[in-house]
């Protein structure tokens, strides 16, 4: 029987912002199809290369290698104002544009009024806000599983607008019910009204981008012997299942969501991909076990341009927690690690990492179900830094002792292999180590 073709997938092991971006558009070269498959614009994908920076929030991170075929899945959600602006601001010639980019018509829509009631909810919430990008993405997958919401494929049939309006009046009514009204929302610096106009031009540029359904066209690019690699947004503690509940994204961000997002049998799973930061950060609300106040934190915050890709917002900084990533390794069946920011710790003469907790005086090294305890202390083991630049070092085995020792303690704790370190923000600051398996499977054809 002829050996069957599996999709990768790479995706983020904490709380998102571990630089996947870069990561998928290092490997790009080595996939015909690079797909999204959950998330939407709350996503900020960022990629640096010849001196300029590129910010992706709904378009997969292969978009800039010609011969790439990008592909948007039905797991994912889609708001046509800002799919036109980053269009525009990536700058791709349309007959390229036809080639490299595919939505999937299941995919569903964000509408303007999805926006809306997402900043009513949250407002409501006070104190106990979550921190919601207010882009709208919890409410539309809300309708998703309400079975009211509205796909790509519905802007193609003749009672669509009439959908649209009688969703939008829903909404605005809902929005109303909490107090919250279209005069108090500016969306992108526009008005209600005015966002609706633009979300109404990108959608008629949407119609000029080729529509497939995903599931079809992915299974028949595995069955050519076609590569494929699957991309994740935000992070696995961000699952909507298995993170850190209810202060979590609206999707499953983990390996099974590429199942669920892009028409894939488990068993066409090949290589998981995990990208984790050196250390960890967080933006918006939640528990953090290993957060840090004060000097350490800006250090980490300033040196690693620690503010949100699609918010600005600061970051909130931390030690790397073992636990944490030791529990979205095994969620996520994750082969290969690849590390991440790596230089953000180049100055520190100490580096702490955490390798369990204290809860209620008893010590513990497993990830618990919920980090909203006031009795957990996270355990914390200390390593010398290298407090050395990584700007000359040109390869994984030439970089300084104290950080291959950093490497080997997470090896030893997670039990899978660093194959890659980046050393900074440009994608050829990247270090893949000698034999590593990553190496055997991109040679593959």
Same mark, same amino acid.
């Given at each position: 029987?002829k ?9 983020g092991?904490q709380?998102?912002?571990e ?15 690079v ?27 292969g978009i800039f ?9 039905n797991?994912v959600?889609?708001?046509?104002f ?5 269009l ?18 299941k ?13 009513a909810l ?17 409410p539309?997958?809300?309708d ?32 109303e ?15 209600f ?14 119609k ?23 991309e994740?947004?935000?992070g696995?503690?961000l ?8 202060y ?9 969501g ?13 290589e998981v ?6 250390y ?5 609300g939640g ?6 106040i ?7 915050r300033e ?17 790397l ?6 529990y ?6 994750v082969?290969? #690690? !690849?590390?991440?920011k $790596?230089?953000? /710790?180049?100055? @520190?003469? =100490? ?25 957990l ?16 070092v ?19 704790y ?16 990247? #270090? !893949?180590?000698?034999? $590593?398996?990553? /190496?055997?499977? @991109?040679? =593959?054809?």
């Amino acid at each position: 029987m002829k050996e069957v073709n599996k999709a990768d997938v790479l995706l983020g092991l904490q709380w998102g912002d571990e630089g996947k971006g870069k990561i998928v558009d290092v490997l790009t070269p080595h996939y015909k199809v690079v797909a999204r498959f959950q998330g939407g614009p709350n996503a900020g994908h960022t990629l640096v290369f010849e001196g300029k920076k590129y910010i992706l929030h709904t378009i997969p991170s292969g978009i800039f290698h010609s011969g790439c075929v990008n592909v948007v899945g039905n797991g994912v959600v889609l708001d046509p104002f800002i799919i036109n602006k980053e269009l525009d601001q990536l700058n791709i010639p349309p007959d390229v544009l036809q080639e490299s980019l595919f939505i999937c018509g299941k995919a569903h829509l964000i509408l303007p009024s999805h926006r809306l009631l997402d900043a009513a909810l949250e407002n409501k919430k006070g104190k106990l806000r979550i921190g919601s990008t207010l882009k709208g993405i919890g409410p539309t997958y809300t309708d998703k599983v309400a079975r009211t919401g509205l796909r790509l494929a519905d802007t193609a049939t003749d009672n669509f607008i009439k959908k649209y309006e009688a969703l939008k009046t829903e909404h605005l009514r809902l929005a109303e019910s909490l107090g919250y009204s279209l005069s108090d929302l500016k969306l992108d610096s526009l008005t209600f009204e005015e966002y609706e106009q633009e979300w109404f031009r990108g959608l008629e540029r949407l119609k000029s981008i080729p529509r497939v359904q995903s599931e079809v066209f992915i299974n028949e690019t595995l069955d050519k012997g076609a590569r494929v690699l699957a991309e994740g947004a935000q992070g696995t503690l961000l699952d909507i299942d298995f993170g850190s509940y209810p202060y979590v994204t609206s999707s499953n961000t983990i390996t099974a969501g590429a199942c669920i997002g892009l028409g894939l049998a488990p068993s066409r799973i090949g290589e998981v991909f995990g990208v984790f930061k050196a250390y960890c950060t967080r933006v918006g609300g939640g528990p953090f076990p290993t957060e840090l106040i004060g000097k350490d934190a800006d250090h980490l915050r300033e040196r690693g341009n620690e503010y949100g890709s699609t918010t600005g917002r600061p970051r909130r900084c931390g030690w790397l927690d073992l636990p944490a990533l030791k529990y979205a390794v095994m969620i996520n069946g994750v082969s290969r #690690l !690849i590390m991440t920011k $790596a230089d953000v /710790l180049n100055q @520190l003469d =100490v580096i702490k990492v955490c390798t369990g907790y204290q809860i209620d005086g008893e010590e513990q090294n497993i990830f618990p179900l919920t980090l909203e305890q006031e009795s957990l202390n996270p355990v914390y083991k200390e390593l010398q830094g290298w407090n050395n630049s990584l700007d000359s070092v040109e390869s994984f085995e030439q970089l300084p002792a104290a950080l291959l020792d950093y490497v080997s303690l997470i090896e030893d704790y997670v039990q899978v292999p660093v194959d890659i370190i980046s050393t900074g923000a440009d994608r050829k600051q990247i #270090l !893949i180590r000698k034999g $590593a398996g990553i /190496l055997q499977r @991109l040679a =593959v054809v």
